[in-house]
Structure formats: C-alpha cells, structure tokens
C-alpha cells in the first residue's frame, strides 16, 4: 500500500501514517479545489449557454453546438485529470521535443490545414478540426520555462533574454502568418511571462517595452504610410476600429458595436429567451469570439459578473500556485500559463465590451471550439499537476 | 523553496513579482467589472432600446389612392393592383462581377437591356438614395413565381404588390382628372407634401393635383422582427397598421355630358375644347380637349408614348385647351361690349343704328363678315344677325375710354378665373395702357388707336382669352351679374362613402348688370340662336328647349377662322353656360354650335326623360 518514495530534501518525516483513500489514488487528493470548481463552473455554463444561444443556428439540428461543446468538455476533463496526475517537470525533460513539436504543427498547417475566412489554423479531423496554435499556446510555456531554466547559466543576461525572445517569437511569427492575429499575442505575452517569472531584468523588459511600443507604432502608422502595410487590412480595421466604432458602423465596428448593443441591453437581469441581439444574429460569432455578449445579454450584469468573478478565481489560484511550486520550471509554467489565461480574459472581455480591439481570441472554457477547451483543460491539469506535486513535496512523497 | 539547480528570484523577489503580476490582474478586472457596470446599470436602458430598434423593421403598406367620381357616383378613375419588380441595391454582390451577371439576370427578365436596368438604379438613387429601385411594373405572374424560387440567384430582388391608377374610360375628362406619378425630389419639402418619402404617389396635374391631399391617404405600417441581415423571422409581425385609403373625390363633372362633348368635338376632327357649367354655382358639368390622351399612358410612358404626348406645340394633347389656350373669340365678345355700351350710356337696348355693312375709321375699313349690310339694326337685331358694324362703333365710341375694357376685366376676361385645377393659362384683355407700354419699350409698332378698341368690340385683334374666362362672362350676365368661381371639385368621400367634405365655392364678385339690359341681351341671343335669321338658328332652329346663344368666327393670325359658340340654357332663365370652340372650324354655327348642341342635347335629354319618367309613375 505505501508506495511513496522519501527522495525529496524537503521531506517531513511522517507522524503517523496516512491511510491513502481513493481521491488520492486518483490523484485528486491535493489538487486546488477552488480552481477545479472555476473551471468547471466556466465549462459548465459554457454548454449551458451555447444550449440556449444556438437553437436555431443549425437548421434540425438545435443542440449542435451543445453536444459538440459537452463532449469537447468531457475530453478536456479527462485530458486535465490525466495531466494532473503527470509530474509536470518531465516535461521540462523534454523541453526540445516540445519545442520542436511546436513549431512543427503550426507550420504544418500551412500545408496540410483547411482554410477558413482567409487563414489556415487547422487540420480537419474526422470529428473536429484541430489548431495546433491553441495547444501551442500550453506548449510553448512548457517548453520555454525549460529552456528558461536550463539556459540560466549560459551568457550574459542580455544574450539570456534575446535568446528567449527568440524562442519565443519564432513560434509567434509563424502564427502570426497563420494569420492568426489574436493567438501570436497570446504567444508574446506567454513568452514574456515565462521570461518575467524567470528572472528577467526588469530593465530588459523596459526595453523590450519600448521596442514593442515602437513596433505598434510601425505597424500602425509608419508602415502603411510608406505603402508597405504590415498588416492585412481588416486586421487593421480591426486593431483600430475599437477606438471609434460607429465610424466603422458597416465594417469591424459593426461587429464590436452590435456586441456592445447587445451586452448591454442585458441591463440588471438580462433579457432571457427575449434577447434579441444575440439571438437574431445581429452580433457575429455568438458562440465563439463574442460569447461574452451573448451572456451579458441574456443573463445580464449578474450572469456577467458571476462569470468574470469565475475567470478572477481562476486567475488568483493559477497565480497562487506559482508561489506554491516545488521547483522554479512549475513557477515559471503556473506564472506562463496563469498570465496567458488573465491576457485572453481580458482581451476576449474587453472585446466583447467594447474597449479593446477584434483580435478574435477565444474566451477560455467558453468560447465554442474543441481545440481551446481541451488547451485550456490541459493546461489547468498543469496547474493542477503543479499543485499536486508541491503538496506532495511538502509531504516528502511524489506520485509516481 | 525552490530546487538546487533553479537560478531564480528568490523569497521576496519572486513575491514581488507575482505581487505586480497579481496587482496588474486586479487592475483588469476592476476595469472590466466597472465597464460591465457602465455598460449594463448605468446606461443599460439606451442600449436595450437600441436593440429593439435594431431588431425592428418599418415596411410601409402603400395606400390606395381614392376613386375619382363623376356626380352621379359613376367611376371616372380607379386602381388596379399590379406587381412591380423592385430591386433593393443595399443587397446586391458586393463583388463587381457577380453584381454585373445579377443585374444582366434580371435585366432579361425585365425585357431591359443591363444599361436600362443600370440606368433605372443610378435614376432611383438619385431620388432617393437606399430606398429599393423600382425597375419594372405590371410583371407578370410567371416572372414573379420565377424570381421566388430562385432567390438565391436574386438577392435584393423583390415582388411588390403595388396601386396603379385604371381609367375605365380611358381618355375621358383625362384634362379634368390629369395624372399621377411619383413625388419628385423638389417637392418633397414643399408643405403639402411633408411626411412624404420618396417613391410615393402624388398627382401630377389635373384635379389628381389640386385634391391630393384628399386622394392620396395614409401609408400603413408593418413592423417585423427581422434578423441582422434584415430578414423577417418567422412569426415576427409585431405590429400592423392598415392603411387608410385615400377618400374618393366626386367632381361636378356629368360623365354623360362629358362623353357627348367629348365624341362631339372629337368628330369635328380637330382641335378645340369645350366647357358646361352651372352659371348659379360655378360646378362645371363638363369640360374637354381635343386632342386628348389616356393618363394611363403617363404611368410608364414607352418612348413612342412620349413623343406622341408631346409631339408638337399646337396640337400639345396634354393641354387644356379649355383653360390653358388663348384664342381671339370673335362675335360671342359681342355681349361684353353691349353691356358695356349699356351701362356707360352710349346707347339704349333700342337705339337704331344704320349697318351699311362697313365703316371707314382714320382710313382703315373695317366690314361686317361677307361684307353684308343688315340695315337698321338695335341691339337685339344685331346679336341675332351679329353685326359688327353695330359694335364697331360702339368699340369706336369707348375707344379713348378704358369703359370696354373695364367691363370685359370685370367680367373676368383676361385674369384668372379661379378654376380649381391647376391648369390656367395665359391671357390677355388689349388696353390703351398695354399698347401704348409696349410702344414705350418699342415692342410694338403703334400706340393704341381707334381700330384696336373696334377689333376688341367684336373679339378681334390683340385680345387673347380661353372658353374657361368666356363662361365666366356669360354666366355673369345669365345669373344677373354674379361672378361664379368654376370649380370640378364636388364633394369628398370616405371609404364608405360617407360625405366627409363638401366644397363650397363662393362666388367671386358681383357685377352690376342691369336687369332691363340683360333681358334685352338674352333676347338677342335667343334670336340669335332659335329665331328665323338668327347665325345659329340652323343648328339649334328645332331644339326643343329654349336657349340663348351666340356664335364667333375669330380670325387668328395664321390660322383659319376659329369656330365659336356661347349658349346659355334654357332661355329665358338659364342655369347652365355652354362654350365650344373648333381650332380652324370656320363659322361659328358652322362646327363649334354642333359641339354645344350635342352637350345641350345630352343635358336636357336626360332631364326630359326624368320627367318622363316621372310621370308614367303618376
């Protein structure tokens, strides 16, 4: 029955012996509840909505999108125990595999994925399309609190920090060409998350300020006034339309002021099956990029904020782990990954509520889509896994 | 805390670190906590109403526009319903190629060639920008079957159900209805049109113009849910409201004594026009043009239609010759001039004077028609036998005078009549003042002589009026000098034919007419008209009810003699003024008295029969 091994230095010695019950041989014993229960509420209310929001999307087909979203749900669920019961730190072990699988999927797409509305971001699956950029965003923090660690004693500090920007960008870039706009900022904020946990001057990241500000500048104004824009135009219709949509009224910002129409005709209490906006249409993707709006409409600001202060648990419990973490790699993932939850939220929120621009990235465990939730499951197993193993550690035993 | 190996923030850096990271994550909230407050507390009702708004469509539901009736209730117009293809250009392919083959789909369809049809929508846009482009009416069945089950290939196209005015007559009365056609971009801000929109109906002339407002109606509304791409959901009708037809108008116009005058100058064969009105009131019973034209052929007139309509100037069908031309009248002036004569003294119905059949005034000649000397005439003898000589010297007597003048203004000769129809043209009654203005400007060659009052006295020279401004003068002097405003609009009706307005014309002015004098006129006219050497007793010798008339053969410059009759009915208490002239007709009982005749003959028939009938029931 005692399995455990003593091979850690922190190990207490045991004052008596614990009798191991079946939570913990499933591994369950010491994951955070509080951000289990987030995370399942978001999910959970998630198929609930699109239930409710998509009837008459798909014509004989009402529950397509619920069916679709549960079962994306239940797989993501199992996909999240299992990762909770996987010691994180292999995966700092394979780092280069990681890296290397990165990269390779999400150029591959370009070959073998289908496009849809002008990029190519999947691969079609029998049952669902896969995007590997989704999983990648999980990938990426894995592989680059490896690199990270591995890489502290190498160079100076300068060389340190351009080395993981370039990690870190090369996948972004490729993502970026998808084009998937959205998804490589996710890439960059993950990157420099994983850079800040891990110890980058706070000079350096002045700079990297400074030259990202200068880029947006670039990419904006300088580049486009030269005739050589940056961007695809709707991508910069987009990035900017948020600043004064009914000037856009026709174009992207009719997307954005529709959704803000929408979120806050919701008023209090919200507008139930009387919602209009959301249900005729009038705000485009409902059931992925502006699923935001379409609870502020029906549930109102009590079903919004419910669900912010869900994001906000969750935010607070990925950051709390950070500081829980065994060794530095699950601070800098737990750091990565809660960093790259809080940015989407924002992003994704922001966007739906009108003061941020399109950048068509998904609202975590609520956006419809295969490929996000099971990342996103995935990742908070990592989490989960990180937990898990500090608990563990603290008692002198590891899972296998 | 951390492993061996780690090379991390330690202890307190770290803390601070997640401490920032933590601080910057509450940060976002708040700000998505207090938009989402903003957004949905504090100004959630604006957004809500927005949103109804947005989800909302307004349909206007055309309304009838009101029958036209004659005054015993008989339909002069109404409207049929027809299917017109509507395209609306917000919906159509965004890319050019794809728009292009749409538009040559429907343009074969249509029977219109793409530039026709591309043609009707720059035209429409410029009326009224966004609204949907009518590109064809009255399409049939099998083209709107068509275009529903293929919508996919027509996006924007649309069938509606739309009012197109039917004239059951075709051409009748078609001066006196006029046209209808759409609003045109000036006036829609005038204030008779306010609430208006671009593509609605209105009346374009004729009495559809002067009792529009009657007419036309109120739009309904229909108020659907529809979805972002402006479809109606289903079951998403939220509210209906019917239109209200237009109110039916019935004129004073008596179709029957419409069509006789009508087919009666019309076998003349040529142009001229006609007018009958009630000299007590004003109601005009029928009134005509010719050449005429079917107002349906201005709904959608083809090119041919056009040119046809508008072929030359002076056969104009779309004039009113009634009202909007301007003729010498020849002889029928005689009556003015006698009244005028009268009541300024310079004769007595009895005063005799010689007819040598001419007169030589300041060397210039002026002589009776045919240059037939007719004696020892008064007053009477010469409206029967119509001799000029007669009134040339009475024009010769008030020629330094503006007595002639002032009489015939009084009587309405040369201003406006105060028709109700927008349609009154230009007149002129000659004076010493205009002559001698215009020979100031040098625009004519003399001042005002002598010979300008005695071609004035029998309805010559410069004088230019119409048989609308002759009825007037002749009615004043069958009612005893009221100055009547002639009118077509009878009375309004609603839906149910319930009386809803009723027009009450007043007469004008009174003019003083002397009892005595105008016995004696009508006298002469009743010669004139029915008696042995009367000009007209050929035409009307063997009608059986009593009139008092007079004819005019008018010299126009350039033409041949204009035809003329003035008729006054029955004799000797009229009650009904009829006028007819016939462009180039000759004498006037030659082919204008047939036209009057006719109108009488339509008139009293039908009285007679009314009585007839009546008494068989006794």
Redesign the interface.
Known sequence: MNTYATRTRNARPEPFAVRVGIAERLGLAHLDWPLTIAAFALIAFSVFVLGEATQNDIPGDPNYFLERQAIYAALGIVGMVLMTRIDYSRFRELRVGIYTFLCASVTLVFFFGFAARGSRRAFELPFFSFQPSELGKLLLVLALAGFV?DG??RGSAVQRTVRYLCLGLAPAGLVFLQPDLGTSLVYVVATL?VM????VAWTHFAVIGGALAALVAVVLVVAPATGFPLLKGYQEERLTSFLNPHEHEGGAGYQQN?S?????????TG?GDKA??TR???V?ERHTDFIFAVI??RY??MG??FV?SL??LL??RA?RI??LS????G?LVA?GI??AL?FQT?VN??MN???MPITGIPLPLMSYGGSSVLATFLAIGVLQSINVQAHLSQRGRFAW | ???R?????QGS???L??AV??G??VV??V???F???N???L??????A???N??TREFKVIAPRGDILDRNGEVLVDNRTSLALQLNTAKLPSDPAEERAELARLGELAHMSLRKVRRAIAEGEEVAAGAPVTLRRDVGFDLVAYVEENQDEFPGVAVQRVFVRHYPDESRAAHVLGSVGEIEEEELKEPQYKGLEPGDEIGQSGAEYAYDQFLRGDPGLTRV?????GQP?PGGQLVSIPPTPGDSLKLTIDGDVQSAGEAGLAARGLPGAFISMNIDNGQILAMGSNPTFDPADLIEPTQAQVDELYRDEVLAPLVNRATEAAYPTGSIFKIITALAALENGYITPDEVVQDGGQIEVGGETFENAGGVAHGPVELRRALQVSSDVYFYLLGLDMWKTNELQDEAHELGIGRPAGLDLPEEGETLLPSKAWRDQLYQEELADRPWSSGDNIQLATGQGDLQTNPLQMALAYAALGNGGKIVTPHVGLEVEDAAGRVVKEFDFKPQREVHIDPGYRTAILEGLHAAAQEGEGTAAGVFGGFPIDIAGKTGTAERRGHGDQSWFAALSPYPNPRIVTIATVEEGGFGAESAAPVVLDILEAIYDKQASAVASGGGAE
């Open positions: 660690i502290a004693r998350a800040y946990f891990g110890g529709q803000v129409i929408a979120t806050g005709s919701g008023q209090f507008r209009t906006q005729l249409d009038f485009p502020g409409e109102g600001f919004a904020a912010l994001y906000a935010f607070w950051l950070t500081t065994k060794n530095a790699y601070t750091g809660a960093v809080l924002f929120v922001g509520l009108g003061i | 805390m951390f492993a190996n780690d090379h991390m923030p850096r770290l803390s670190r997640v990271v933590g910057a994550g976002l909230f700000v998505l906590f938009r989402l407050w957004l949905q507390v100004s959630g009702e604006e957004y809500l927005e949103a109804k947005n989800r849910q529809v979805n972002a791409l959901t």
